[in-house]
């Protein structure tokens, strides 16, 4: 339960393209919740790779603005077992925090190779 705890969660920001373009939580990978269906192959791939590479089951947390989008996203991966939860009140809440976001694009695969590695 502790190695849990500790282990990294892939971020998946379900939010429309330029939304998260303006910036998102460092790391996170964008699969807008209109395509979310459409690549839950590949994400539910990406999860297992990183959890065959790791040892551990892999925390997901869904994202969007104020934690709307995000719920039927999470909800499609606890139906297949995934320990997926959803941001509470989303990015409105990240950034009235104040908190770091980042620009620059972050693939499925990047986040794979970056979560499989040793912390």
């Not at 282990?7 to 429309?16: E, F, S, W, Y």
């Not at 959803?86 to 499925?108: R, S, Y």
Request: include cysteine; charge should be positive.
């Amino acid at each position: 339960q502790q190695q849990q705890q500790t282990q990294r969660p892939l971020v998946l920001d379900v939010r429309a393209g330029y939304e998260y373009r303006a910036g998102h939580i460092k790391g996170a990978v964008h699969v807008p919740i209109t395509q979310f269906r459409s690549r839950l192959p590949a994400i539910l791939e990406a999860i297992s790779a990183i959890e065959m590479a790791t040892g551990k089951r892999q925390p997901v947390v869904c994202i969007c603005l104020s934690a709307h989008r995000s719920v039927p996203a999470t909800r499609l991966l606890l139906a297949r077992g995934v320990d997926a939860k959803q941001l509470d009140f989303g990015m409105g809440a990240w950034a009235w925090h104040g908190l770091p976001k980042q620009t620059e694009p972050v693939t499925l695969d990047e986040a794979v190779e970056r979560l499989s590695s040793k912390p």
